[in-house]
Each structure stands twice: as C-alpha cells, then as structure tokens.
C-alpha cells in the first residue's frame, strides 16, 4: 500500500510565500517523476510543476519564476516553494507521483488528498 500525504498548505496574503511537501510512504522500489496539480472552483484540475528522478523539472508558465518544486529521494519527499503568491493561485494542490510497487514491481500513479491553498488579504 503507498500513499502520498500532503502539508504545508493554508491562507497567505498576495506576494506572500508557502512551501507545501508531499512525502511518499509504503512499499515502495522506486518513485519516477513526482509533481504538483491545482483545481480551482470550477476549474480543471492542472499541472503547476513537475520534477524527474533526475530533477529536470518543468512549470506552468503561470508560476514560472515564482515557484520552485524540489525533491529529497531520500526521504520520498517533493516540495513546491510557492513565492509571490497571487490570488489566481488559491486552489487544491494535490500531489502526484509515479512510483514502482515494492510488491509487484508494477508501476502505478499515485494522488495525494490535496491540501487548500487561499491567496486572500
């Protein structure tokens, strides 16, 4: 059994800063590309960054330059360094990874419950 267990998310001001992580756990071989997603109300859910196992990575052009997604494999972890934050970027954020079963060695994409992010003053 893996899951993705999100944190970091909450209410920030416009221009302010937030660091969501997102760490992996369970029978685990190998995670492939991790990545964060967004839904707005009333919006499709979209890619905001992702990053490989070697760390390219590769952004929204909505948040080119203001975010910054990471990754520790030691620790099955990615974060999303979310700077200058606007309005436009409230949403669920929800965690994706792909990640070879420990178990069967089969390899299946994962989600994370989603944490709310709120840019209000």
């Known amino acids: 059994q893996v899951q993705l267990v999100e944190s970091g998310g909450g209410l920030v001001q416009p221009g302010g800063s937030l660091r969501l992580s997102c760490a992996a756990s369970?029978?685990?071989?190998?995670?492939?590309?991790m990545g964060w997603y967004r839904q707005a109300a009333g919006k499709q859910r979209e890619l905001v960054a992702a990053?490989?196992?070697?760390?390219?990575?590769n952004y929204a052009d909505s948040v080119k330059g203001r975010f910054t997604i990471s990754r520790d494999n030691a620790k099955n972890t990615v974060y999303l360094q979310m700077n200058s934050r606007k309005p436009e970027d409230t949403a669920v954020y929800y965690c994706?990874?792909?990640?070879?079963?420990?178990?069967?060695?089969?390899?299946?994409?994962?989600w994370g419950q989603g944490t709310q992010v709120t840019v209000s003053s």
């Open positions: 994706n990874a792909e990640i070879v079963s420990g178990h069967d060695m089969l390899i299946r994409y994962y």
């Open positions: 369970g029978s685990i071989s190998s995670i492939y590309t």
């Open positions: 990053i490989t196992s070697g760390r390219s990575t």
